[in-house]
């Protein structure tokens, strides 16, 4: 169900920048935004969680890029800061840093550059209790 919800998220376009469409400046969006042609500048989004940034085989981005979703399947230049979750396709082409939360990753996807968690979360993860691995099974560690 999750991931229908997902997919449902991401057919959904508000804007539309078309193939032969190249946008200089920065640019702000809410919803969802479907790029085939190109933007020079970066793109960001509220942190609501309801904006879907999705990047085509064609589309391009030149500048840092934030925002909650993002499905990328084109090429981005600059730094990815995705809030929720990121969907890198086969023909995705990142050259900088990608700072996500949930990253899925197609075969033949590129990123030229770090992948870093984002902290929020990994400051959940620490709070979790450790674990210890015994001969048959996982156990929970408590320290009291």
């Given at each position: 169900?999750?991931?229908r919800k ?13 193939a ?7 640019l702000?969006?809410?919803?969802g ?52 979750h ?13 700072y996500?939360s949930?990253?899925q990753?197609?075969e ?12 929020a ?9 450790l ?14």
């Amino acid at each position: 169900m999750m991931g229908r919800k997902r997919k449902q998220r991401a057919r959904r376009v508000d804007t539309l920048i078309g193939a032969n469409t190249t946008v200089h400046g920065d640019l702000e969006f809410s919803g969802g935004l479907h790029l085939e042609g190109q933007i020079v500048g970066d793109v960001r989004a509220p942190s609501d969680g309801s904006a879907v940034l999705v990047v085509d085989e064609k589309g391009q981005v030149e500048g840092q890029v934030l925002v909650p979703h993002l499905v990328l399947n084109g090429t981005v230049r600059g730094d990815v800061h995705a809030s929720e979750h990121v969907d890198l396709g086969e023909k995705a082409r990142l050259e900088g840093n990608l700072y996500y939360s949930v990253l899925q990753m197609a075969e033949g996807a590129t990123v030229d550059g770090q992948l870093r968690r984002r902290e929020a979360d990994a400051a959940v993860e620490r709070e979790a209790p450790l674990t210890a691995l015994t001969d048959d099974s996982l156990t929970a560690r408590d320290d009291s």
